[in-house]
């Protein structure tokens, strides 16, 4: 698989093109059971990089998890646009871990202060961990505070920072995880009834958040910040209405605009920053090129008959 720090740019490439209008998108599209199960179908086509791509996603509550499995999977059908042939199937997995930590790492090169170092996560799993490898490909990050329900995972977290040469602790409590950072990351993954637990005041003057769980651990009050921005402002109104978005917006920027410079980077060094993106088929598009043309460059993989 390309290392996460080389998928930020293809993420990034990807934005930039939907800028200047050269992919075709369609918003995501949700179906959620009452037991809190969902399945995601996502589909982009961009003609400039040769590719088109057919996402699907599907999941489960934690609670309902298989010991051993994780609670999300996806499958990846990417489509050559030429003469419009499948190239590429597979388990999509990698596609839906690393899309959320490359847009965390977009959006932070515009919106995270430049000497930004410590990193607070509230939820210390694989997300987590993409996360901390694609930020710190942007900004020189030497300090991680963690808090997971679970202790024992942001103990896991804290080892695995630790090897990466980082200072790093496991708190007590989710506010000691955000009120110092300057970069804050929360993947809380989905709970039928749970309920928010982040003070949006928590974060201090000049904070930046990527909001990775859909701002669903957090409490009312994002909008008192003064950078609100999503991957997609279409998408994030049709997964508000959903009820799959907690927190509608509105947003000042969304991420081709911040890309391309039609809107302006952080402005002040004190602005707080809170980005909440779905995840968006432009971005999985990106990745999934990514990973096919490394893995053909490698003859790896299973020849299709087609």
């Not at 050269?22 to 009452?34: R, Y």
């Not at 020189?140 to 202790?151: G, I």
Request: proline share 7%; hydrophobic share 45%; aromatic share 8%.
């Amino acid at each position: 698989m390309p290392e996460p720090a080389a998928l930020v740019p293809c993420v990034e490439a990807a934005y930039a093109a939907r800028a200047r209008g050269e992919i075709m998108t369609k918003p995501k599209i949700g179906l959620f059971t009452e037991s809190g199960n969902f399945f995601f179908s996502l589909a982009a086509a961009w003609e400039g990089l040769g590719y088109a791509l057919t996402h699907a996603s599907f999941g489960t509550p934690l609670d309902k998890t298989p010991p051993g499995r994780h609670h999300v999977g996806s499958i990846e059908v990417l489509v050559e646009t030429k003469q419009a042939q499948p190239v590429c199937v597979f388990d999509a997995f990698h596609v839906a871990l690393m899309l959320p930590a490359a847009v965390t790492a977009v959006a932070a090169k515009r919106l995270a202060r430049t000497d930004a170092s410590v990193a607070g996560f509230i939820a210390a799993g694989a997300q987590a961990r993409a996360n901390l490898a694609t930020l710190s490909s942007v900004r020189a990050v030497t300090t991680v505070l963690a808090y997971d329900e679970n202790r024992a995972a942001a103990d896991a977290f804290v080892r695995h920072a630790r090897g990466l040469g980082l200072r790093a602790q496991a708190v007590a409590h989710p506010r000691e995880a955000v009120e110092p950072s300057d970069l804050v990351v929360t993947s809380v993954p989905y709970m039928p009834g749970m309920a928010p637990a982040l003070d949006p005041q928590w974060l201090k003057p000049g904070a930046y958040a990527s909001m990775v769980d859909l701002a669903r651990s957090w409490r009312p009050g994002l909008e008192r910040h003064e950078r609100l921005v999503t991957d997609d402002r279409e998408q994030a109104a049709i997964q508000a209405a959903d009820g799959r978005l907690k927190f509608a917006g509105p947003f000042d920027t969304e991420l081709a605009e911040l890309v391309s410079g039609a809107r302006p980077p952080r402005r002040t060094e004190t602005e707080r920053a809170a980005f909440v993106h779905p995840g968006h088929a432009m971005g999985a598009l990106a990745i999934a090129a990514a990973i096919y043309e490394r893995a053909k460059a490698q003859g790896l993989g299973t020849p299709l008959a087609y």
